[in-house]
């Protein structure tokens, strides 16, 4: 398929000099997606599950034909995905419910890979209920491995917490074998999968996790909406995170019942016009194929890795045939300096520790340069990234 057509679908591309090269940070959002948000503002606007009037009606019954869409998506029934504030937000959600189910001198399992927010609720559970967390050793490459996930688990194991996709390296893990493991010791599997769902087919059932997130902002959907997969008896024997309206079945001056899940983890107004327009998103996604997208990323990196492997002064910190993205740094320059230079020439990616500092101490750098592809992105604006890298360092390091 020649993606290049859909570029007139996001307008942010028309304006001048822009090359975004961010999307494992946040994807563009393309014209259908903000299409079906503004209906939803225009031509219903209504409140769900509470009203009995013809609007609430509608809505209610869009919102939750778009939770099967997203469901299906990941191969999920409706009822096992909560709608969240984000990634974020749901791992947090997930952490809180376990915690009771933790004891001191149990164990949680981590890698050096994860994003903060994969990494600090974690942190603080294991502080809180005087757990130990351990983390997985990495390859010499940077990757999680099944056979060192096996050298760290034990009869102590009681949570395995870990990256689909590192979004940093863009390695995949091998989330299979590793769940496969961790049911064998009755532990609890999380996965991230903010940076895979976008891009490569996920299937909660074949993976056979407990738990798995992902956000609508990195898959062309729209900001603060994330989405919660929990196996459907996981949900059910979890307590409500938050308390208040709609999530309560029956409330009495001494005693309160909740709904059943998803709807027990859903308070208040939820965000309906997101839900909306990131089911408008996944099927923006399906009609594409996430094989093609993935193909189309591999691809845009493969190209520009070539050409940066040959540049002198440049280190790539992610060697790998796999994956839509590239951490790199300019030797001798420190990324937001390098950054400062490639924004100017209209070239938008991301310079920093990425929110996962584990993994900056465990390469030995502050931070680095992380070049993201995605559908929209063309091989021309790869070569006029790899050229704008080299002027860069000609900038900083020319005698």
């Not at 942010?12 to 940070?25: E, P, S, V």
């Not at 983390?135 to 010499?140: A, E, G, Q, S």
């Not at 592809?373 to 063309?378: A, E, G, L, Q």
Request: glycine share 6%; charged share 25%; aromatic share 8%.
């Amino acid at each position: 398929m020649d993606l290049s057509r859909l570029r007139d679908d996001f307008p942010l591309l028309k304006r001048k000099h822009i090359r975004y090269f961010d999307t494992a940070a946040t994807s563009l959002t393309p014209r259908p997606v903000v299409a079906r948000m503004k209906d939803y503002y225009e031509n219903l606007s209504a409140n769900v599950h509470r009203g009995v009037y013809t609007l609430s009606h509608e809505a209610t019954e869009q919102y939750e034909a778009a939770r099967a869409t997203i469901a299906r998506f990941i191969n999920a029934f409706p009822e096992e995905c909560v709608f969240t504030r984000g990634a974020s937000g749901a791992l947090n959600m997930v952490a809180l419910g376990l915690a009771e189910k933790i004891a001191e001198g149990d164990e949680i399992v981590v890698s050096e890979l994860e994003h903060h927010s994969n990494f600090l609720p974690w942190l603080h559970l294991a502080k809180k209920r005087r757990a130990k967390l351990v983390f997985v050793p990495l390859t010499d490459e940077g990757r999680i491995t099944t056979e060192n996930f096996a050298s760290v688990l034990t009869e102590r194991t009681k949570i395995v917490a870990l990256t689909h996709v590192s979004n940093v390296l863009g390695y995949t893990t091998p989330v299979e074998e590793i769940t496969r493991l961790a049911r064998e010791k009755e532990a609890y599997v999380v996965i991230d999968a903010a940076q895979s769902v976008p891009h490569i087919p996920v299937d909660v059932k074949r993976i056979g996790c407990d738990f798995l997130v992902f956000s609508s902002h990195k898959a062309l959907g729209p900001t603060g909406l994330g989405v919660l997969y929990g196996k459907k008896e996981r949900l059910e024997e979890m307590d409500p995170i938050e308390y208040g309206g709609d999530m309560v079945d029956l409330a009495e001056k001494d005693h309160a019942t909740w709904q059943d899940p998803p709807i027990k983890f859903e308070t208040g107004t939820p965000p309906i016009a997101e839900v909306l327009g990131f089911a408008e998103a996944v099927r923006y996604m399906e009609r594409i194929g996430r094989a093609e997208i993935k193909r189309h990323g591999e691809n845009l990196r493969a190209h520009t890795m070539e050409k940066l492997r040959a540049m002198e002064g440049v280190t790539i910190h992610n060697e790998s045939t796999e994956g839509s993205l590239i951490s790199f740094n300019i030797d001798g320059v420190h990324p937001h300096d390098a950054v400062t230079i490639l924004d100017s020439e209209g070239f938008a990616l991301r310079a920093g520790h990425h929110c996962a500092q584990p993994l900056m101490a465990w390469l030995s750098v502050p931070a680095t340069l992380r070049a993201s592809f995605y559908i929209y992105n063309t091989i021309s604006e790869c070569d006029g990234l790899v050229e704008a890298v080299g002027r860069a360092r000609d900038y900083f390091l020319s005698p």
